[in-house]
């Protein structure tokens, strides 16, 4: 089955709304990161987040690993927001530099 | 270098013949990554390096798919015979790894592959 599940697959926000981005994953991880693909194709680091919560201006993500779940969380959405959003986990079954990427989330920001 | 790079950025082969794309990690970045993204889809595993060895190479499409690195530092896939379904960006990643270090990858361009 679906070891890495994002959801949901599209969003579509209107400048300045906030949003939830969810990425539940099958097995315990050891290394969880959000990834923005930007419309270049382009992927571009946001958070390295195995556990915890981190803020980064307007994004923020948290991950319970003991859940099995991370949240992205995007406030005062911006056009520049646009975009697939991916998290990429290392569950501890697999081999350490192993990552599975989930299938994205579609971001689009209208003015 | 500043960040990875790859090289060609974009490539066209006929079906049958065998291409190389080319990785740059970041320099003193001990582990490298490949994958490959085909339109409108996430990212599919392909191998990793740790140095020069491989521990994991079972993302590999078929025997038709080879990946070497060398010197720690650069490292070349090699696809034979490519047939149309190889057509996809492949994706080069690579993160300082060690014991006392967070496994935090950082991407390439990526090469787009299409083959006719």
């Known amino acids: 089955g679906i070891q890495v599940e994002q959801s949901p697959p599209d969003l579509i926000l209107q400048e300045g709304a906030n949003s939830t981005l969810r990425c539940n994953f099958s097995d315990s991880v050891n290394n969880l990161q959000w990834f923005h693909q930007n419309p270049w194709g382009q992927l571009i680091n946001l958070f390295y987040i195995p556990s915890g919560t981190k803020q980064n201006g307007r994004l923020s993500a948290t991950t319970v690993a003991t859940e099995r779940y991370s949240l992205l969380y995007i406030s005062s959405s911006q056009t520049t927001d646009s975009g697939v959003y991916f998290c990429?986990?290392?569950?501890?079954?697999?081999?350490?530099?192993?990552?599975?990427f989930g299938a994205g989330t579609q971001v689009v920001v209208t003015p | 270098g500043a960040g990875v790079s790859q090289s060609p950025s974009n490539k066209v082969t006929e079906k049958g013949k065998d291409v190389e794309l080319r990785c740059d990690p970041i320099?003193?970045?001990?582990?490298l990554y490949w994958y490959r993204q085909s339109l409108g889809q996430g990212l599919e595993f392909l191998i990793y390096?740790?140095?020069?060895?491989?521990?994991?190479k079972s993302g590999l499409p078929s025997d038709r798919f080879s990946a070497e690195r060398t010197g720690g530092s650069v490292s070349t896939l090699t696809i034979q015979r490519t047939q149309q379904e190889d057509s996809a960006v492949y994706l080069c990643?690579?993160?300082?790894?060690?014991?006392?270090?967070?496994?935090?990858?950082?991407f390439g361009p990526g090469t787009r592959l299409t083959v006719l």
């Open positions: 320099s003193g970045h001990t582990a």
């Open positions: 390096f740790q140095g020069n060895s491989a521990p994991d």
């Open positions: 990429a986990v290392v569950m501890t079954t697999d081999s350490w530099g192993k990552f599975q």
């Open positions: 990643a690579s993160s300082s790894w060690g014991r006392d270090t967070r496994n935090e990858q950082f």
